[in-house]
Structure formats: C-alpha cells, structure tokens
C-alpha cells in the first residue's frame, strides 16, 4: 500500500497553504498501482492544477508518444499515439519542464488546434533517463503560478517511480517467461523437487521421458519411479543422500519405471540444492538406449567369452561316427526333433557322446546362428549353479559384486544344453520346472521378469526313473524334459563301430603326437572289440592317444597291460574270442548280437548267476541290474537254458 504522509521535502516545495490539496491528490492514488495509479493521478492533478485536460505517457522509440492515462473534460478517454515533433512536448522531453501560460494553438499550429494554454513536467528514471511525461492543458490561459509547477513536479516524481517501477516490472515478467519457455522447451529435463522427491515443477524433456503427465505433477514423487532391486534402490539413496548433505551429486547413473507403461529407463542425473534449502534443482538426460546397447555389448561379449572358451576345448562336431542300426536311428531321430523348438532329453552312458548328440541337434536346427550354451549341472556346486542358469542382480547375496547374465539369458535365440540333468538340486528343479512352462525366470536378487527364448535339451546317466522313485527328481520336470527323448547305445552295444572310431582317434592324434601310423594289428583290434568299454566312446579316445604316445612302429600295436585289467567281467587279453566272435571264420563273425551274449554268459558263469551286490555280474559289467536283466531278457540268456 503506498504511502500517504506526504515528505518534509514535498511539503517546502508546496507551502503549507496547499498541503490540504496535495493530501487529497496523494490520498486518490495511494491505494492503487500500475495503470490505475496513473489514472487516478491525472484525474486529481487536473482538479488540482484546474485544467480540463490531463494525461501520463511514455516515450516510444521513433519519436513517439503513448498516453498510459488521460483525462479529458471529467472522464478518461482513450490512450492515443502521437508523433512528438511540433508539439509542446516535445520541449517537456528534451529540457524536463515546459509551462506555455497562452498562445500555444498560434505556436504549434495545427497540431494543437484548440489548446491555449500548457504545463508538462518530464517523468525520469532513477539514472536520469527521460521515461515519458506529465502535462496538462486547457482551453483557456494558465498563469504562471509556483504552486501548479511544485504540484507538476512532485507528482510527476511519483508518476516516474511508478512508470519505473513497472518498466522493472515488466521486464522481469518478459525475463520470466523467457527463462519459463527455456526451462519449457529446453531438450534436457529439469525438475525442481522437495526434499522428500516431491515435484515442485518439470519441463516438458523430464515429463516426456518420466512418461508424467501436466497434471500429475502437484502429486509426483521422484522416489517413485525407482524400482524395488537392491542396485537401484542403493544408487538412489546414496544420490539422495549426497544431495542432503548440501553437495552436488553429477552425473550418477539411475535406473527408474516409466510411470504411464512401466518400462524401464535409464538416466543420468545431477542434482544440487537450491540456496534456499527448501528443494533442490535437478537436470538429467535420457541414457537408455545407451545403457542397454552397453548391456547388449556386455552379453555379447560373454558369450564370445564363452564361445572362445569352448573353441579352446576339443568338439568332437560332426564326429559322430558309426553305421551301426541303434546309432543310425538316433541320427534320424535328430534329423526329424532338429527343426523344431522341442525339448530334446538325451539319455545315455557316459562317455556315449551326448553333447555332440545335443550340438547336432542345434546346428541342423533354425538357431543354428545363434549360441550354443552349456553348462554341467553336476560340475557347479549346489549354492553356484541356480545363479549360473539364472544369473543374479548386484548385492543380491555375498560376493555379488555385479550384475551377472545367466547361461539362460545368454542362450536367448538359441540353444542350452543341461548336462547331468539328474544331478540338480529340489529347488533348482522348481526354477527349471517354471522356465519350461512360462518361459519366463527372474535373476536372484531382481524382480524383473525375462521371458526366456531358449531350446532347451537335457541330458543325464542316470536313471530318471529310479531316480523318481526315490523322491530325489521330480515327476513334473521329467515330463516337460522328456517330450522326445534319444537314447544313446553304449559302444559295447556298437562292437562294428569300433575299427571306424579307432581309424579316426589313429587320425586325430598322431599327428598331435608326431607318430605316423600305417596300419593297425588285427590282434590288437580284437582285444578292443573283445573289451566291454564301461567308459565308452570317451575310454577307447584316450587309450588310442595313450597308445600313440607309447607306439615304436607303424603298426599300431596295443598290448593287454593297456587294457584296465581291474575292470570287472573283462576277459583277459590272452583269452581267444569266443567261437564265432571276432577273429574266426563263420557267418557270426559280425554278430554283435552273439559276441555280446557270449560275453554276458561268461560273466554270469564267472559270479555264479549272482546279478546284484559286489561280486555280482552286473557290477563286473560295469551295468545297472536292472539294465542287465533287461539285456539278458532280450539275448534269450537264462540260467536254465545256458549250460555251466
């Protein structure tokens, strides 16, 4: 409210006999401001100083006038614009005080058509700076009185503060909605929140990103949009905290949710609190697409890790080896399972060569351009192998230091190989359970959901069944595992295989080795098709390689000492084939079949027909009971009907 004590100064300049007018002139304008100061100020300057007519204006650039108020003939009347060359004011403006007692329609004819006499004082700023003017004029002569001049120049004082102040006025609103439209449009976000994440005001940039709507933001909270994983809670509470403790926090990376869809996005945000104390001021960019390609190439670059892991170890693709019937099934049965998304359960002794059966399988199938990943379930310890298949978040138990991608995740696209399936833990088989059901799983310590595009093939030497039975595998998971199972003969099941597969580890290592074999001893051939191979296809690679090691000739020669003597039912090497097995004429000389039976009777013959506990014939074959009665049930072989 202005005030209405008139000042000391003002009151010498007037005398006291006109306080009484001044006070009524102050009092009509005290309680107004702006455009409205200035129109009660002419009004009662003109009743004060006896005029007809009375206005305020402002000077233009270009050497124009704009009245702000005037009051003519008992009313205002409509502000106009004027150009100030041949008019009295025009002297107002360039010497600041301009009284014409009469005669003024003669001087300035015929802009002032009318007007005899006139009195303008000009409006000036703080600095000096001529803003506009005050004047009056009438129809009739205005003597030469100091009381209308004292009156002219008080007020026209007063109307210089007021023109001033709203000149700051204005310019600091235009310079508000400058920075307002800056701080609008600007392409980086800025938010101004309370201390408790509290929007206070967002730019257009921040909304955009923060997927917010206008109207939210009176009831948004930052703190919100940060989803409930230890590493993204962490990072906000120690950005919140720095930004507590009165220091600049920059360019912390933030992991937040869009509020309209949720979707993750990533930013990098510095933030400072404003002096005030009361919020702070904070700017960020959208990094997501950054963030996730940095991801993308994290996970490629494991699986290159992974890939140039097993480059470095010894494939045996496309080294799957055999004419037998039992081996050539299973390739056709990989042919037809290959195309497909199915999930393959590959069953088999070990040693058999189920990975290369799992690697056949994905390099004919349409993911074939995409990773092929392993891992060995019975090779992780218990605690390790859930956060291998399914990676874990940051902090989500001791030792997680950073984020890692599960063998899932890296096989996105393409292929996971589970091998010894049968050695997983009860609550890793749930996780595996729901990963073949929704095709979905969770990193330990996260809460974000991966949907999992992955084949999965299983494989395992154990019996499942049994295994079932015993409680210690699930029922459920075998039968999502087992939606086209293979099964693998053992070699002893592929005797005509064996010269083929020795032929081809003769090739492989000799040349690793720097020996040059030209042929091979029959006799030596007979013991390895005599030998049942409990170890399989991976026994008979390492005792060629062995034997190339030792060989001193060109014909390789394998003696019976390298033969493992202490595997139990194993015919000594001095023993002569069976009549009719390898080595002897006759039309069961490639007999399999009979070569097998022959093998199974000796050992029976050996344990007394015991089939089960220590001394038994199925523990000297290196079999299950199980598997031998079901072998001797389909070779006819019975105590009764077997002599000895």
Known sequence: MREVELTSAEVAAAGAEDVALLRSVVEGTAHSSGARFLENLVQHVAAAVGVHHAFASELLPGGRIRTLAFWSNGKLVDNIEYELAGTPCEEV???????IPSGVQQKYAPKEQGVESYLGVALKSQNGAVMGHLC?????????????????????????????????????????ERFRDLFDEAPIAYVNEGLDSKFLRANRAALRILGVKPEEVPTMYGASLCPDTPDAQRRLKEAFESVGRGTDTSGVVLELRRKDDGRPIFIQWW???????????????????????????AKLQQQNNYLREEIKSVHNFEEIIGATAGLVQVLRNVQRVAPTDATVLILGETGTGKELIARAIHSTSNRADKPFI??????????????????HERGAFSGAIQRRIGRFELAQGGTIFLDEIGEVSAEVQIKLLRVLQEREFERIGGNQTIKC???????????????????????????????????LPPLRARAEDIPLLVKFFVQKYGFRVGRRIESIDQATMDRLMCYPWPGNIRELENIIERALILAASPVLSIEAELLPSSVPGMRKATDQPPPGGPGHDGAAANDLESVQREHILAVLRQSRWVVEGEQ??????????ATLRHRMKKLGISRWGAQG
Request: aromatic share 6%; hydrophobic share 40%.
């Open 93 to 99: 403006l360039s010497g600041g005080i301009c009284h």
């Open 136 to 176: 009056g004029f009438d129809e009739a002569p205005m003597p030469s009185e100091p009381r209308k001049l004292a009156i002219f120049q008080i007020f026209a004082a007063r109307a210089g503060a007021e023109l001033e102040r709203a000149r700051v006025e204005r310019e600091l609103h235009e310079s508000e």
């Open 271 to 297: 933030s400072k609190p404003d002096p005030s104390g009361t919020h702070t001021r904070t700017m960020f960019v959208d990094i997501t697409d950054r963030v996730l390609m940095e991801r993308e190439q």
């Open 374 to 391: 392993k891992i060995n379930c019975a090779a992780l310890p218990t605690g390790l192998i859930e956060s291998e298949l399914f990676g």
């Open 453 to 487: 595009d992955a084949r999965i093939v299983a494989a395992t030497n154990r019996d499942l069944a049994a295994a079932i039975a015993a409680g210690t595998f699930r029922q459920d998971l075998f039968y999502r595992l087992n939606v086209f199972p293979l099964t």
């Open 616 to 625: 038994g014939a199925a523990v000297r074959l290196g079999m299950k009971p």
